[in-house]
């Protein structure tokens, strides 16, 4: 449905008393809403109700342009148990996210263009926009690559393995130099696997004192390394997928300064949380990358303000809770 | 915003209702762990009679749920209850609906539902118990963790020493084990009983020295109250008890060590280590033991070595954290 014909349902709409949000500020004003389209937004005082509008009191919400969130696992197709594109767009909604974009690792993984045509087609009924990304290679594999411009012939732009690091360095240059071109982005989750050596933690502190195998920084930081190396020589955009360490962060901001085309993000629990969390064993606050040290959570959040790091994304994925215990 | 830090990593466990469950020596201190000695040495009598047996857990019933195989800890187990009246039931991974997929939640529930009092857990996942006691009403008790901990070997381990020093002095019983220089050797880093041992002894005024290959050490020992160090041999005139852990064939393929006998050279307890050690060192191991890999064929065999005492007093230990964590009045 366009923004049109959702108007024209809609008919005329008065948000009114709520706080509003966007990149100037904050500050107590009304919105309205004609014909789908934003008319007026007022600032510290009150708009007027056309005749025959719906008013709605947002006093004690937040009214703000719809957030967008670049990393969410809707799990379709496979993973319907967990998620479906449908129930995580009503999440996203509910959430005031109004874009999201679903990652490929799903079963069968997103990587050819048939797979990619159902997963936009169950987007289109979804109550969110939702930008469907691709793998870089068949089947999260790391051994051939997707069909990058057939994929990007249907709108796909971001591609990634996400769930899983691109290991093969050679690899990963083919598909930048590839995807040069196509107008697309690859986005990496760094993890060297063998780095990360099967950790179910932050290798540190916490994980000697409560007996968890670790997983050190490093297996984020080395292949984040690789990468930024990778874009130099390409000149080929990455963006980099939840970065959780004060290292990372340092890197992104040295690779930005030195003019290379990389963004990063960063989840709302890396900003929150930190590996303490871990110590009553209790499964939810498992999740990959791991939760680091309190001085990472810190240079995370400088990062945020400081712009080295340019989106909050939610890495929303959800489990079926029997497979959580 | 604040980051909830937690609390430090040394500074143990979070605070669960105390002497209920044990599922940590951090959570016992000093106190604690002398209190379950005290009540060991009690049964040492009950030990000696014909029928070594009390009533004190008549009517009570502790089930031992082993999801890692693990027969003399289990055994150990269900001894002290048996010798303390308490019904006993067993529950094994490998013979129950575990194999068919249920999930560990689901059993220890059904378990708990049956209408017992202690639940003795042995899990691979460290921190198991812990989740469990958020599921049952009976006592749980940890019998070793994945890598986390193993209280009951470090208590039945404090147990040994106190009473082979008080025999050396004739029966004068020492307070605690200050002045002990005590080093572990071996895998550190995959060890519960390690950690375990490192809380009790230096909760009882030991002096603990870590001895292992960087590889096989903690990635962290910050909060730890211990020293570190890879030269077995620079340590061992030192030492008053070296307490081996067993080394597992599976850290030559995860590329820990590049073979058992590189790591018997540096730091298996030989012969001439052995003769090395002060004349009244003492030698430990939590078994099983590997005669070849960590401790010399005839080694294990000297005096020194304190093994067949250790799983002696295993089941007067738990004979006594079972009346500590279910008793009441007298013996």
């Given at each position: ?325 | ?201 230096s909760a009882l005024g030991a002096e603990v020295v870590l001895v292992a290959p960087p590889t096989l050490m903690p990635a962290s020992l910050e909060g730890w109250p211990v020293t570190a160090t890879g030269d077995f041999d620079a340590a061992l005139g030192e030492l008053d008890i070296v307490y081996l852990l067993r080394i597992q064939a599976e850290r030559l393929g995860e590329i820990l060590l590049p073979s058992l006998d590189e790591y018997h050279w540096r730091y298996g307890l030989t012969r001439a280590r052995a003769a090395a050690l002060k004349k009244d060192a003492l030698i430990m191991h939590p078994g099983p033991m590997i005669r070849g890999v960590e401790i010399a064929p005839d080694v294990a065999d ?30």
């Amino acid at each position: 449905m366009t923004a049109e014909q959702f108007g024209a349902q809609l008919g005329d709409l008065l948000v009114c008393g709520g706080t509003l949000v966007d990149e100037t500020g904050e500050w107590r004003g009304d919105v309205l809403v004609r014909k789908g389209r934003i008319e007026a937004v007022s600032r510290e005082d009150s708009l007027t109700a056309p005749p025959g509008a719906t008013i709605l009191d947002a006093g004690g919400c937040i009214v703000s342009p719809g957030l967008v969130d670049l990393h969410a696992h809707l799990r379709e197709p496979g993973g319907e148990i967990a998620e479906t594109v449908e129930s995580g767009s009503r999440a996203a909604a509910l959430g005031g996210y109004t874009a999201v974009v679903a990652m490929p690792n799903t079963e069968p993984a997103i990587d050819s263009g048939a797979i990619a045509r159902d997963v936009l087609a169950l987007g289109d009924k979804a109550l969110a926009e939702i930008a469907v990304a691709g793998a870089i290679t068949v089947g999260r594999r790391g051994e051939r690559l997707v069909p990058m411009a057939e994929l990007a012939e249907l709108g796909v732009r971001l591609f990634t393995d996400d769930g899983r690091g691109v290991q093969n360095g050679g690899l990963m240059r083919r598909a930048l130099e590839y995807a040069s071109g196509l107008g697309v982005v690859l986005a990496e989750h760094c993890e060297d696997t063998q780095l990360a050596a099967g950790g179910h933690m932050n290798e540190g502190a916490w994980s000697s004192r409560l007996g968890i195998a670790g997983q050190p920084a490093l297996a984020e930081e080395a292949m984040l390394a690789r990468d930024i190396a990778l874009v130099r020589l390409t000149g080929a955009p990455m963006h980099f997928l939840h970065l959780s360490t004060a290292g990372s962060l340092e890197m992104v901001r040295a690779a930005k300064s030195e003019g290379l085309p990389v963004t990063a993000e960063v989840t709302p629990h890396h900003l929150a949380l930190s590996d303490a969390a871990v110590q009553g064993y209790d499964p939810v606050y498992k999740v990959n990358p791991p939760l680091r040290t309190v001085s990472d959570v810190l240079a995370l959040r400088a990062g945020l303000a400081s712009g080295v790091i340019d989106a909050i994304a939610t890495d929303h994925a959800p489990h079926a809770p029997e497979r959580k215990e | 915003m604040t980051v909830p830090a937690g609390g430090e990593p040394g500074g143990g466990e979070p605070a669960k209702e105390r002497h209920r469950h044990l599922l940590s020596v951090s959570e016992l201190g000093a106190e604690g762990i002398e209190e379950v000695l005290r009540v060991s040495d009690a049964f040492v009598e009950v030990g000696r009679r014909a029928i070594p047996k009390v009533p004190a857990l008549r009517g009570r019933t502790v089930a031992t749920v082993f999801m890692e195989p693990s027969t003399r800890t289990r055994l150990s187990f269900e001894t002290a209850a048996k010798r303390l009246s308490a019904d006993t039931m067993t529950f094994t991974a490998a013979t129950s609906a575990t194999v068919k997929g249920e999930s560990l939640r689901d059993t220890v529930e059904t378990i708990d539902a049956m209408g017992i009092d202690a639940m003795v857990i042995r899990h691979h996942a460290s921190g198991a118990p812990l989740r469990v006691t958020d599921w049952v009403k009976a006592s749980v008790i940890n019998a070793g963790d994945g890598t986390h901990e193993h209280p009951t070997q470090a208590l039945l381990d404090c147990y040994t020493i106190l009473e082979t020093l008080t025999k050396r002095r004739e029966g004068e019983a020492p307070a605690d084990l200050s002045g002990l220089r005590i080093a572990i050797v071996g895998d550190i880093k995959h060890s519960r009983v390690a950690r375990s041992d490192v809380l009790a002894f230096s909760a009882l005024g030991a002096e603990v020295v870590l001895v292992a290959p960087p590889t096989l050490m903690p990635a962290s020992l910050e909060g730890w109250p211990v020293t570190a160090t890879g030269d077995f041999d620079a340590a061992l005139g030192e030492l008053d008890i070296v307490y081996l852990l067993r080394i597992q064939a599976e850290r030559l393929g995860e590329i820990l060590l590049p073979s058992l006998d590189e790591y018997h050279w540096r730091y298996g307890l030989t012969r001439a280590r052995a003769a090395a050690l002060k004349k009244d060192a003492l030698i430990m191991h939590p078994g099983p033991m590997i005669r070849g890999v960590e401790i010399a064929p005839d080694v294990a065999d000297l005096p020194a070595s304190l093994v067949t005492r250790q799983v002696k007093n295993g089941v007067l230990v738990r004979m006594a954290v079972l009346f500590h964590l279910l008793g009441s009045g007298e013996i």
